[in-house]
């Protein structure tokens, strides 16, 4: 099983959408959570970190379920310019600062 | 801030040279950097764990004589990819780990698209 799942899409939505993407992950010793997205042929960009409490930054709401070892990515009024690839990352304190991440789900926005 | 830079941002060379790249954290120090491959449609895979003034730790399955790393600074770290082969060619990309208030984040270099043909 990956340390870190996710539903790889694509997701097709029309501009003004709500989408969501989930994440599991396999390690219950792990600490920190990201959500990151990637451009085509660029280097992934921290979207947010995710905390325990649910965290909220303009469109994009995160959700952490601890219990479920489950995390969320909401986004809101989708833009075009929210196409890209978004990836579920954790962490485990174990492991210092080096990250795992999952593959990534596909969101196209559509005019 | 918690910018990253990376040089070269792409490079062809031949099969059996070697190619260095350069991943700077322009405006935090990092002790700790990162080094990835991507290869097409796939999920970035670490290569190995750069630490400042000690040797790298590197990732099951990722040879240490061929990809040579260096970090002798808390700002720079170098990648060399020794006797390239085609089979090397990827996108390379470097972080650098932050701390901020209850966790370490890393910030990603553009990447260096390598092509050894």
């Known amino acids: 099983r990956k340390e870190v799942e996710q539903d790889p899409g694509p997701f097709n939505v029309p501009e003004g959408a709500t989408v969501a993407f989930n994440c599991t992950y396999s390690?219950?010793?792990?600490?920190?959570f990201f959500w990151y997205r990637q451009d085509c042929r660029k280097e992934p960009k921290l979207l947010m970190s995710?905390?325990?409490s649910g965290n909220e930054d303009g469109r994009f709401t995160a959700q952490l379920n601890r219990a479920s070892q489950y995390i969320s990515l909401l986004i809101r009024d989708s833009k075009l310019s929210d196409s890209a690839t978004y990836l579920c990352?954790?962490?485990?304190?174990?492991?210092?600062?080096?990250?795992?991440f999952g593959t990534g789900t596909r969101l196209a926005v559509r005019p | 801030g918690a910018v990253v830079s990376q040089h070269p941002s792409w490079v062809i060379c031949k099969s059996g040279t070697s190619v260095k790249i350069e991943c700077r954290s322009l405006d935090f120090q990092a002790t700790t950097m990162f080094w990835y491959r991507q290869f097409p449609k796939q999920s970035l895979m670490l290569m190995a764990t750069s630490n400042e003034g000690s040797k790298a730790t590197y990732e099951q399955g990722v040879e240490k004589d061929k990809f040579l790393i260096n970090h002798a600074s808390l700002t720079l770290s170098t990648l060399t990819v020794t006797s390239a082969h085609p089979e090397d060619s990827s996108f390379y990309i470097c972080?650098?780990?932050?701390?901020?208030?209850?966790?370490?984040?890393?910030?990603f270099g553009p990447g260096t698209r390598l092509t050894v043909t």
């Open positions: 972080s650098a780990s932050l701390l901020r208030t209850t966790a370490y984040e890393q910030y």
């Open positions: 390690n219950s010793a792990s600490q920190s």
């Open positions: 990352v954790v962490n485990k304190k174990s492991s210092g600062d080096k990250l795992t």
């Open positions: 995710v905390y325990s």
